[in-house]
């Protein structure tokens, strides 16, 4: 979320009017670089207002191809399905967990588990 206008011109006149800098940064609490970028700016291009956000790109990955190659190969590589899709593993990777798609193996038994059969296969001597 950006500063508004209103503020970043009380800022830049409070500078522009014989303050420092610092000063600003403590008055309308706003991070000194922040107050110094907003200067740099107003003093190179007479202007004041937040730049305006560029639209992100399209992702790469379709998600819902993707589901439907889980389906069709289930027992795919990560790294095969990334180079059917001209991605990287791991991309392929953080998609899959975004879609609830990943399962982790459990081990066959703990330690603890291993213990306690242990435990309850020696005799117990009395």
Request: aromatic share 8%; with cysteine.
């Amino acid at each position: 979320m950006s500063y508004s206008v209103d503020l970043r011109v009380r800022v830049i006149n409070w500078v522009l009017n014989g303050k420092s800098r610092r000063s600003a940064s403590k008055v309308f609490e706003v991070h000194y670089n922040t107050v110094k970028v907003w200067v740099k700016k107003y003093k190179e291009t007479g202007e004041c207002i937040p730049q305006t956000r560029t639209p992100s790109t399209p992702r790469k990955l379709n998600l819902e191809a993707l589901r439907q190659d889980v389906q069709s190969a289930p027992d795919s590589f990560q790294s095969e399905r990334a180079s059917r899709f001209g991605v990287t593993q791991s991309t392929i990777s953080k998609a899959l967990v975004k879609m609830g798609l990943i399962r982790k193996k459990k081990r066959f038994s703990t330690r603890r588990q291993k213990n306690q059969k242990s435990l309850s296969a020696t005799p117990v001597k009395s």
